[in-house]
């Protein structure tokens, strides 16, 4: 299963007065990693938009598992957990520098026309797209 590991330097304006990260921001973080993630399949999200297409989050599941401070350094590591031609299911662990798990959670994606939010299906609009994201849910490179 491939899987992406982003950087992120937590900045002062990411925390609370605590110097901890946020929660908000956590899901911030995942749309980071999620967008190098889709860039490291060789796709490119504004392809999408170029075409009126875009991809709302239908649901979002984050578990805080321990804080991440202002001055620390963590990395996103995203990959797909589920597709089935429509729904795209992206997963997330948010691991502090010290190894420590500190957030995990799931997003759920479909594509819609921005116009009229209608649903589209991925397989059908983009078939480049359907066909990666079949192998990644399947294990192949």
């Known amino acids: ?78 990959w797909i957990d589920e597709y089935d031609g429509l729904r795209t299911v992206y997963a997330y662990k948010i691991i502090k520098e010290n190894g420590e798990l500190a957030v995990s959670g799931t997003t759920k994606h479909v594509i819609v026309n921005k116009d009229s939010f209608r649903p589209l299906s991925l397989r059908k609009a983009f078939p480049e797209w359907h066909q990666i994201y079949l192998k990644q849910v399947n294990g192949e490179s």
Do not use: C
């Not at 590991?5 to 110097?19: A, F, K, L, S």
């Not at 490291?40 to 075409?51: A, F, H, P, Q, R």
């Open 1 to 78: 299963m491939h899987k992406t590991h982003t950087p992120i330097e937590v900045r002062y304006q990411e925390t609370d007065q605590m110097g901890v990260v946020y929660h908000a921001n956590y899901l911030v973080w995942f749309e980071i990693g999620r967008t190098k993630y889709i860039e490291s399949l060789g796709l490119i999200y504004t392809d999408m938009e170029k075409n009126n297409i875009v991809s709302p989050v239908v649901d979002a599941q984050i578990s805080f598992k321990n804080p991440v401070h202002y001055g620390e350094k963590a990395i996103v590591e995203t």
